[in-house]
């Protein structure tokens, strides 16, 4: 347990609620103790549709299915809009730490410069026994001070309540090019941020060795960072999130062939990246499929 | 009464004041305890104009009149904005439960990215005795997030008053073509927007056959959701909110020949609909026959 | 007073300050007990200018005058913003009830959508002894939400106080014709949404025969609704305000000869309308015409 | 002391402490009790910045020498942004009437609608012991709302804990040609907006004998309003303000030769004014010569 | 300490907390009782992303490294945003005054009219135990009143609490030319309007010799104002802050040579500032070298 106590120590100035959430989060499911964390997240429904969500796996459709999906897995935590919260908090209360996702977006009405629409409270969250908020910004976006801005109320009143806050941080926006918003020194960037707003746990994307800003670019060459692999990514992203001090977990995006993803978790495990956030390549899957798969991810960690 | 019970269990996390309001919602009429509700919506006052929404029956310009039409045809519920319900909500204080309608449009200043004006507050709603809001969004406009977190801030209150949220789910935007308002992938996606915001029962238009995006045609081709008769997408769209654990009503939308109009209440009866919202069909005609047509209606919900 | 009474009803709903205060407008000066209204406005210094306004009888410029002149003619009322109110509230408290009028616009900025500042609050209200407040929208301008949501947050407090609502409702924006403005189909659906968002009393103008919208003419023909006569269109109107259940008084515009206004003020006399509201006509003219004017205006209500 | 008694009879409304502080200010200094005033304010350091204010008189760069001066000089006040009244505020407690100016532009940005930033609060007015708020409108600035709406909230505010409001309203913006800014019937409308919106006291400009509006001018010519001497003009802008109901000081703009300046006084005094805010003219001469020039104003205003 | 108490007579307005912070400021390390200042800020992580800034020396990733490297090096304060503060405010407590930064921007989406997002509060600085707030404006940007208006009411809170403020005043915005940014005038104004905000202590980049406006260009040669060394800029920076009132400290911008790096230093010295705020020229060296220049910086303000 001492690998959690040092990850809590990072934490130091946060008030004894907030560190017990941090704490029930990393000693709940599977990987309890080992300072790696497997999240489920479920806000496809809003942010792509139920159809191109559900469809492949129809069991996707009824909220049940991923409390009790979480809970079997024996996954760290689950993350969900207000709505999927609301309808099994209380018949699985107690059973799998929750994280109630504040904002949203869909995909009716897309803009290059994208902001969320905020979709819950840090009240709601209290009332559904939740453990964390989650909060998603996009560093880039022309409505960055807007998310900024609603993220520090959010975090301030959620902190004060003794809650955790998990900020999904991706860059995105009219300056951006698209390899930008994955691309490595962005990824390091999004990190600091997110860390910098007050965040406890930084979700990212696995970066990629592109650099984007050419600034970067004399950095990384001059004082030899290295970018090659996917494990020196990860754990420059690490770094670059207070040298560590700062939970970061990493997404894989969308469902791809399996011995794939298992590389990513390796490389994610290697880097010294905290663990991952894993939507759609779970629940898109046949239970018994998702669950090996979770098995398998969830021995990597533990490796 | 377990069809009742068993609605209920879906909104397993609210308070029990939202419960009973729920419950009160399911218990009240000719369709009590039948797990259906047809519902009388009466805002084209505002916003159609008075000229186009009450000439064809001259009763309809009187506040009273639809409270009267209500009860005498033991619907469900009667919504109303602020002003309709002020009018009559203490001479039949008790006889018929109401839903306070919180936002509006009119027809003087149109937009292809509406955004209706908040009319009324939580606290009207006490005041006049409603056991809900009303709430309408229009997922697809720029203007969204103004909406979802306006009914975000509504429903938290209204929840903490042990109120229920009804939700007008209509997508309507700059991006969305003509047909696809009603497309059945976009209705499908508008009622788990719905859902997903916390909304307790939800209404929309009935859907067609058309498929708006690519994404999801693939989707529904590749995993055979049906779509073909108005029974399957009254279903899909269902089971789009939570598997059903959501009640959903729907529209028809304008007049129509009563033959029509029947089919249409057969196919949401047969593909698992919790009701309809007629407005138009109902106070445009002669009491009589608007009477007549309702109990052919619930005939049919009782079948 | 069994016409007062039966106008109270319409009312049912409110507490009973506010009926008080409806009552106190309905039972002051010449008209007590009639059911008809005469009222002061003064709130063209602020909107025209005051040389515009006042340069015709300079009485006007002092606040004093106006005050004197409502109690001297036994008006029911005096309406102005809050520096003429503040100039005389106290002096001359409790012998003319007073209305405070909330918004404002200045002629040195004008828009084709206009929207005008707020000016006053509920509390500036009742520091002053007014028995309501009074506001402005303008249906048809893109700034309309603004006004219809500030009006439900004045509305609802000052209906929390005891206070009455009046609101003066006159279309105007970018997509109306100019002749729309006072268009018969227009200044119904104007009554209409002033009365859907609680409004008390409603101001509007007299309207023409013309009809701005093809959807409302076909109806207008189809069903026959009377248009053709001043008084048919005053009776409208009324109608199109909750069936004569919410107060409709009309303005008559712009200074014009004695004749066309006693003509226009029987057709609302005729078309069952509550009464006038008349400034320009009353303070541009010599005290003792005006006072003359106004003793035959209230005769005619009398009749 | 009966002039005082009377010009404190037009603020017959407000509270007995808003009444206390106008008192102060007009028994205060060399005019005490003549029913004029003469204020120093000093927020060119803001408004044009330092080196342009405080080059000629170096002394100014000091926030005690404006305090010492106004003291010196007999003056009725001192008026200043919230930097220069918390440097010297407590030094000089209680020996000059303060009036906090609560909005302030630059001219690195610079608008052809203009909008000051709100720079202090109400409750600062109060902590710095000042007997007055300042704020700055600018009558035909698209941005008027956000002016006039802050000022009613401010006023409010500062009404409720007695102090009195001091507005500034100067006309600028789009639509109003160069010269209109400081035409008569705009000067005239400025103060009226000002007074309706519930100031104690108005501050303008001089007005020139230049007519914006055709409207207006054909009333002038109509009505035979004299406007063609400056103390004419200054008589018409006082009764434009509630007919000498409230108190109008005027302003002499950039510096000039004492002559020009003492002529204005004279106009300004003739005409009915009550008194002048003299800040560049003052603090931009040696110590000496300014304390004479004030000597000689307030002769005049005294004869 | 004569002179610490001096400075502090130019805040005599302000209660016995605020005092006691700058006093707490002003008499921490090894500048203590001297009246100078050197601050360590290290907000470049957000400001500028963690690449650009940590990537010459790898420690500075690591929070606790500031804490350690600003205690060492016996500096006045250190200045930094939320979350690096969070990071190590209690590990470190009371062993370095702290500035909370409540506002920043970062290089993801740039624009010549920026304005920072806050991301942080006046209580995140209370219960981190921090000495003091600090907030960027830029004068000259259109958002300007955005910025304003946000440090008026943060500003307002801090004092009520105690705390001291501190000013980042930096000139940019889409009408200033970049040369503008760093003149002597545009300096010397964005000085006074820092301290005409109410800043306690103000942040100025070192001026050049360029003049922006031609209005200040003339003042200054007709008035014969010194500006020609890099003394007499600091001179006249310091005095256009309300006579040397107000504490104005510098920053030097980019890393550069040591003896040019000195000669500024010497150069703020004798003009009269009151210090240095250096981030990059100590963070991006590696720690021995930095310790070594800051002991020269603090020896020649010790001169």
Redesign the interface.
């Known amino acids: 347990m001492s690998v959690v106590k040092k990850i809590l120590d990072?934490?130091?100035?946060?008030n004894a609620g907030t560190l017990s959430n941090i704490y029930k989060l990393l000693m709940h499911g599977k990987l309890a103790g080992t300072g790696k964390l497997v999240i489920l997240p479920v806000d496809q429904?809003?942010e792509h549709?139920?159809?191109?969500s559900f469809?492949?796996n129809?069991k996707g459709?009824?909220?049940d299915y991923h409390f009790e999906f979480a809970i079997e897995a024996g996954l760290n935590a689950y993350a969900a809009?207000?709505?999927?919260?609301?309808?099994?908090?209380?018949?699985f209360a107690g059973q799998i730490p929750l994280i109630l996702k504040l904002n949203?977006s869909?995909?009716?009405?897309?803009s290059s410069n994208p902001?969320?629409?905020?979709?819950?409270?840090v009240?709601?969250a209290l009332r559904?026994g939740c453990c964390a908020i989650g909060f998603t910004i996009y560093?880039?976006?022309?409505a960055?001070?807007t998310m900024?801005?609603e993220l520090?109320e959010l975090a301030?009143e959620a902190k004060s309540y003794g809650l955790a806050v998990v900020v999904w941080s991706y860059?995105r926006?009219s300056?951006?090019s698209k390899e930008g918003e994955t691309a490595i020194?962005?990824a390091?960037?999004a990190?600091?941020?997110a860390?910098?707003?007050?965040?406890h746990i930084i979700k990212v994307k696995l970066p990629t060795d592109f650099i984007e800003?050419d600034?970067?670019a004399k950095?990384?060459k001059?004082?030899n960072?290295p970018i090659k692999t996917q494990a020196d990514r990860v754990r420059y992203v690490v770094?670059?999130a207070?040298?560590g001090?700062?939970i970061v977990i990493f997404s894989g995006g969308a469902s791809k062939d399996l011995e794939s993803l298992y590389k990513e978790i390796e490389a994610i495990h290697e880097g010294g990246g905290f663990g991952s956030i894993i939507g759609r390549n779970t629940f898109q899957r046949p239970k018994e499929d998702a669950l090996e798969m979770l098995n398998k991810i969830i021995s990597i960690y533990k490796s």
Chains 1, 2, 3, 4, 5 share one sequence.
């Open positions: 990072g934490y130091d100035s946060d429904g809003f549709g139920p159809t191109r469809a492949p129809e459709y009824d909220p809009p207000l709505g999927f919260l609301e309808a099994g908090s209380r018949k949203n869909d995909l009716l009405m897309e902001c969320p629409a905020v979709t819950g409270s009240k709601d559904l560093p880039g976006s022309t960055r001070n900024y801005e520090r301030f860059p926006g300056e951006l020194d962005i390091a960037y990190a600091q941020i860390a910098q707003l007050g965040a800003k600034d970067n950095m990384i001059k004082y960072i770094k670059s207070f040298n001090k700062r």
